[in-house]
């Protein structure tokens, strides 16, 4: 731990990276000052909802993060930027020539946008980068006047400003090197699928080309490709990727590679200075997402303030929307080795693809809503494997793990919000002490504060009435399958005892002792389950008649008939040899139906993966049971004949 | 592949191939049928239990008169014998098709199902034991000492059977009534081959003249202590010669088989196939081959070291002694382990034989384990001569018990006594040394009625 002296933590950058680690020290009672150095003249703001901005769909007050300046111990210097640091006499100079010593100095100064040195013309007005809340300024004021606009880099930021950009009915054109866009995220077939639906949006987009020059008078006029081809335009948006900003690291002679070099405590070569976020590289590798670098944050905080923590690298993944398109990616799908074993499933509006390393996710690529993103990523990186069987299911079904839809029931350290590691169990217990609204929950776990896109999620758990809910149905069902529960397991231990004298009982016991009363017993028996059958039917075919809820509570119901049945043909007694083991699985059969039943109709309120696990269970087992009836009912049958 | 399709594929086999498999159990020669059966079979049946065609035929799919057929073939005899007092016939009569109504009793299945142990009493009765009732339930207006007795004790409290009643039946009772519990005259029936064999149809005895021969007579050369024991035995006493046991159609035979005792012993052997030591070698009514009875098989407690003995004639008779002494104590208790049998050795039956074996009670006095469970009984050739057998057929003097009076227990006591000793399940564990405590009424009450 640093002595914490007089003199303040210093940090540079007004990022989201760089305001989280004054927040999360001030969070761990950081009792230390702290000077936030920011080069923009802005408010620190949320630079990742910057597209949402230029697309009108939040305005500048959603971006504004104000945590920080209501705080006395903080001083938050904008517009100023740092133009020194000092290693040695541990200070840093602002380009206005003011020293302020530092205890700690922690670099956040993030990147800046790449453009292409091959490219000339790039100084012309109508040319802009997209990268802070200025050249959104600037696009926003273009958005309106653009005719013709050309967006180069088809990457993540390059389709988010090609679609803000279409908004006003502007012309766009993506331009892209690769042979499709999202290079990095995507492969071939799901990179089809967004550039299908950019066109579909009216967005042009030409891949494996690539710009040399923007041409203008004045202005920008026109940009010429390589292959010489001249597409006239008012717009040029540079979106080629970033390179770390760090040129204060190098002039202070901090160790250097593509960033600033860290070690898993986020420390660099100088024991007093820290970097985070996409200016620094772990590893040998930079992070240009938001998630990663707020997480490097909460790691230097907590070094900072003693306790013994490091930096995991995490799973590259990325949750976007293109054109109202859900687009998941994890890893990097086009650059693994063949020898992983891929697994497709696609429906037409969605295409998901695992690719898999003995049971372990490399990578994965999705388009369209897909469920079980979250516990995906949970699983990968906490190293866990897929069972072969949910492999099988992802294959069939498109999903790896049923009812993942209802949140409520994903496990407890199950992440919600993965900009700002919040689990389900953390909303959850936020929730029970007193969270009423979304907004609530959002200021007391930040889930949700940073992109957004959870807020769905969040909406599930703290709004029950949104999950679903409690219906008579789920009542009956519970009392029925309890009751068909009780009845098997009675069956199992007890039995109707034989007449003990032939009046007046034994009248009933010809019911057990009388072969045409047990052949009639016996049938009726056997028709009652063939009528259990239609809800396997209506489960795997087509048919859809009828709400499932409804099919479910008959099916329950046939099965208690089924019971009356079995008591009347046997009287509960379990028999041997071939009929013992039939009474058994028969038994064992309802049994782990009616536990499925009872904890479905439990589904609208318990959570965590126990209940889910245990269903599973009861409905493998159920199934499985179902499976030795057909051989060892013909033979029962047979066998009364036969003997 | 598609994880359903592999399921779905993998199910289907395995379905098919149960199918198969329970396919060939049920309908091939000679295979363990266990798989079917219900459940446990009697203690009267359990050693024939995967004889399954004994009782239910070698064709499949059959009827009620296929396994009554059954039911007959081994037990016809026997209930011929006891004078069944519900035969088929009674249930057949048009004046009784109300009673047919109420218990089909045509068929032995009505009241002995097999297969049931849940409902199973003593003999192998699977009704309720008050099933009396269905036919007999103003017993009281014809006799008023019968009123209020509660209709499951009618065959429990030993007075009356369903089938067998020669010694309960009221004359009979009337007739024996004033027996004391020790008869003055006490002696079984004695061998009697010797006197018969000439007369006894299909007994070779012109081969085997009824002549005493010595070790020096035998017709083949053997070890002389071999020699010794077929010298002392009945065969030799009677001119049975090594040959005649040992010499076949196929040559020399070291080990006889059971059908060379039988080509003379043919009764014994009969009743020996139709007991408890022989059932399972009765080919001709199981249909099928098992091994030899063992006491392993048994559920009667047997000695732990007999587990693995085979039953056949030599196993109780021995291979060349042939001593009807040893065969009919010593090698009972080779294998009998229960309570009863090992009183047997204080009981005053045994003593009895210690006696006779002095010399100080006429031969025919003792008793031993055989004199009761196999005993010697007169056949009756053309009521010109009787031969007294021996009763290889445990069944003819047990189940129910009171089987054993006629034959065996009035031979020395009373009629009254012998009743309730059957009654008395302790002193029957003590191998009958006390006097006993259950007091059977039937017999006052035929009394009673008989007086007035």
């Not at chain 1, 206005?96 to 790039?122: F, I, M, R």
């Not at chain 2, 057929?69 to 081994?74: F, L, S, T």
Request: one cysteine or more.
């Amino acid at each position: 731990m640093h002595p914490i002296g007089a003199d303040p933590i210093v940090v540079v950058g007004t990022g989201p990276v760089g305001i989280r680690v004054v927040e999360e020290l001030t969070k761990h009672g950081c009792s230390c000052p702290c000077v936030v150095y920011g080069a923009e003249p802005h408010e620190p703001y949320d630079r990742v909802r910057l597209s949402s901005l230029l697309s009108g769909r939040d305005d500048l007050s959603d971006l504004q993060i104000d945590s920080v300046s209501s705080n006395s111990k903080v001083s938050v210097r904008l517009n100023c930027r740092v133009s020194r640091i000092h290693p040695d006499e541990r200070a840093v100079v602002d380009e206005d020539g003011n020293v302020q010593p530092y205890q700690v100095l922690v670099l956040a100064t993030g990147s800046t946008p790449h453009v292409p040195v091959t490219l000339s013309g790039v100084s012309l007005p109508g040319v802009f980068t997209f990268r802070n809340l200025g050249d959104v300024e600037g696009l926003i004021a273009r958005r309106t006047r653009s005719v013709h606009t050309v967006v180069l880099g088809g990457g993540q930021l390059g389709l988010e400003a090609a679609r803000a950009m279409r908004r006003d009915g502007t012309r766009v054109t993506v331009i892209e090197h690769n042979s499709h866009v999202m290079y990095r995220q995507l492969d071939r077939l799901a990179a089809r699928m967004v550039q299908r639906s950019l066109v579909s949006d009216g967005i042009d987009i030409l891949t494996n080309r690539n710009l040399v020059m923007a041409i203008g008078a004045e202005r920008l006029e026109a940009v010429t490709l390589a292959d010489g081809e001249t597409l006239s335009c008012d717009t040029l948006i540079i979106a080629t990727g970033i390179r770390p900003e760090i040129k204060l690291a190098q002039d202070a002679k901090l160790a250097c590679g593509y960033g600033i070099r860290v070690d898993a405590r986020m420390q660099t070569s100088n024991p007093n200075i820290y970097a985070v976020g996409e200016c620094c590289e772990y590893d040998g590798q930079v992070y240009g997402l938001v998630g990663p670098g707020l997480a490097q944050a909460q790691i230097v905080a907590r070094v900072l303030m003693g306790q013994t923590t490091s930096y995991r690298k995490p799973a590259l993944a990325s949750s976007l929307k293109v054109v109202d398109l859900p687009v998941f990616s994890l890893g990097e799908i086009n650059t693994l080795p063949s020898t992983h074993t891929s697994w497709t499933w696609e429906n037409g509006e969605c295409y998901r693809r695992l690719v898999v390393n003995r049971g372990h996710v490399e990578a994965a690529v999705s388009i369209g809503q897909w469920d079980d993103v979250t516990q995906l990523r949970d699983k990968v990186s906490l190293k866990r494997r897929l069972r072969p069987w949910e492999l099988w299911r992802f294959h069939y079904t498109g999903q790896l793990w049923a009812n993942v839809s209802d949140v409520s029931v994903w496990p407890d350290d199950a992440q919600i919000c993965s900009c700002n590691s919040v689990s389900r169990g953390e909303i959850s217990r936020v929730i029970t002490s007193g969270a009423k609204s979304v907004d609530d929950v959002i200021a007391k776990t930040r889930a949700g504060s940073t992109c957004g896109s959870c807020t769905a999620l969040i909406r599930q758990l703290v709004e029950p009435e949104s999950a679903p809910p409690i219906s008579e149905l789920s009542v009956s069902l519970r009392l029925v399958a309890m009751f068909a529960g009780a009845m098997a397991l009675a069956g199992l231990v007890v039995s109707v005892p034989y007449a003990s004298t032939v009046n007046p009982q034994f009248a009933l016991d010809m019911l057990w002792t009388d072969i045409n009363h047990k052949r009639l017993s016996g049938f009726v028996l056997l028709g009652v389950v063939l009528l259990t059958l239609p809800l396997a039917l209506r489960k795997r075919t087509s048919i859809q008649w009828g709400a499932f809820n409804v099919w479910r509570l008959l099916h329950a119901t046939i099965g208690v008939l089924c019971l009356g049945a079995l008591l009347v043909h046997t009287g509960f007694r379990m028999g041997s040899q071939l009929n013992f083991l039939l009474m058994l699985t028969f038994l064992g059969l309802i049994f782990a139906g009616a536990v499925v039943g009872v904890l479905q109709s439990f589904e609208h309120r318990l959570n965590g993966s126990g209940q889910l696990s245990l269903r599973k269970m009861g409905a493998t087992l159920h199934i499985f049971l179902l499976w030795p009836l057909p051989a060892l009912l013909i033979f029962h049958i047979l066998k009364s004949y036969y003997f | 592949m598609n994880f359903n399709i592999i399921a779905w594929t993998s199910w289907i086999m395995a379905s098919v191939a149960g199918v198969v498999y329970l396919s060939y159990v049920m309908t091939a020669p000679d295979v363990d049928r266990t798989v079917f059966v219900p459940g446990p079979m009697t203690d009267g049946h359990h050693q024939i239990e995967l004889a399954c065609e004994s009782c239910h035929g070698t064709e499949g799919f059959t009827d009620a008169e296929v396994l009554q057929n059954a039911c007959i073939g081994c037990h016809g005899d026997a209930l011929e014998e006891a004078k069944d007092d519900h035969p088929k016939s009674k249930f057949t009569d048009p004046r009784n098709a109300d009673r047919l109504a109420v218990l089909d009793a045509r068929y032995c299945v009505t009241c002995h199902v097999e297969h049931r142990p849940e409902r199973t009493h003593a003999m192998g009765l699977t009704l309720p034991l008050d099933y009396c009732i269905l036919c007999h339930e103003d017993v009281a207006l014809d006799r008023p000492s019968h009123e209020g007795m509660a209709f499951d004790t009618c065959a429990s409290a030993g007075c009356h059977n369903f089938h067998d009643n020669r010694a309960l039946y009221e004359d009979f009772l009337v007739r024996h009534m004033d027996q004391p519990w020790l008869l003055s005259s006490r002696v079984t029936l004695l061998a009697n081959f010797e006197a018969v064999a000439s007369q006894i149809p299909g007994y070779p005895v012109d081969h085997y003249p009824m002549v005493q021969l010595a070790a020096d007579n035998a017709d083949t050369p053997a070890d002389p202590g071999v020699l010794h024991e077929w010298a002392a035995s009945s065969h030799a006493a009677a001119g049975v010669n090594c040959k005649a046991c040992h010499q076949t159609d196929q040559g020399w035979q070291d080990s006889p088989s059971r059908e060379m005792c039988g080509a003379c012993h043919s009764e014994e052997s009969r009743s020996f196939l139709l007991g408890k030591h022989g059932m399972r070698l009765a080919e001709e009514n199981l249909l099928r081959e098992l091994t030899p009875m063992a006491p392993g098989l048994a559920r009667l407690p047997m000695k732990s070291d007999a587990h693995s003995k085979e039953l056949g004639c030599i196993s109780c008779h021995g291979a060349h002694e042939f001593d009807s002494r040893s065969a009919s104590v010593d090698a009972c208790m080779n294998c009998h382990d229960d309570d009863h049998s090992l009183a047997y050795e204080a009981s005053p039956h045994a003593a009895l034989v210690r006696a006779e074996s002095l010399g100080q009670l006429p031969p025919g006095s003792g008793v031993t384990c055989a004199t009761c469970h196999m005993p010697r009984i007169e056949k009756d050739y053309f009521w010109t001569f009787e031969h007294n057998l021996v009763q290889h057929n445990q069944s003819e003097t047990m189940r129910p018990n009171e089987k054993m009076i006629r034959p065996v227990c009035q031979n020395c006591h009373g009629l009254s006594f012998s009743i309730d000793a059957l009654a008395d399940v302790e002193l029957i564990k003590r191998n009958f040394k006390g006097q006993p405590n259950a007091s059977i009424a039937s017999v006052s009450m035929a009394r009673e009625r008989d007086e007035r």
